[in-house]
């Protein structure tokens, strides 16, 4: 059973930092033949995509609201992504969600959801 497990939410001031990351396990496939993912959601909001990182983290593509806070990164010995986050103002607190799709002949048109976790800012 393919499991995301997203932890490091949290609140935070604004101008704060978190890390947020993701275990997975349960891939059929080896954690490297897929794409991860970090979307956020706040109330009323559609799920919108924040970072992205390839198989072996070569290509990143970050979210024009990044502007350069956050980055993104993967352990694949570890089956780990990460989020690291920093400047946060209030319009990023959302519930932030790990995803991660395959990109491989084997892989491909598969994806993965975690449940998310909270972030909060305060001004």
């Known amino acids: 059973q393919v499991q995301l497990v997203e932890s490091g939410g949290g609140s935070v001031h604004a101008g704060g930092s978190l890390t947020l990351s993701c275990r997975v396990s349960?891939?059929?496939?080896?954690?490297?033949?897929?794409?991860m993912d970090w979307y956020r959601q706040s109330p009323g909001r559609d799920r919108e995509l924040v970072a992205e990182?390839?198989?072996?983290?070569?290509?990143?593509k970050y979210a024009g609201f990044v502007k350069g806070r956050f980055t993104i990164s993967r352990d694949n010995s570890k089956a780990t992504v990460s989020l690291q986050m920093n400047s946060l103002e209030p319009e990023d607190a959302a519930v932030y969600y790990c995803?991660?799709?395959?990109?491989?002949?084997?892989?491909?048109?598969?994806?993965?959801w975690g449940k998310g976790t909270l972030v909060t800012v305060s001004a």
């Open positions: 349960g891939f059929t496939y080896l954690f490297n033949d897929y794409y």
């Open positions: 995803h991660g799709r395959g990109t491989t002949t084997l892989t491909s048109g598969s994806e993965f």
């Open positions: 990182i390839s198989n072996l983290g070569g290509t990143i």
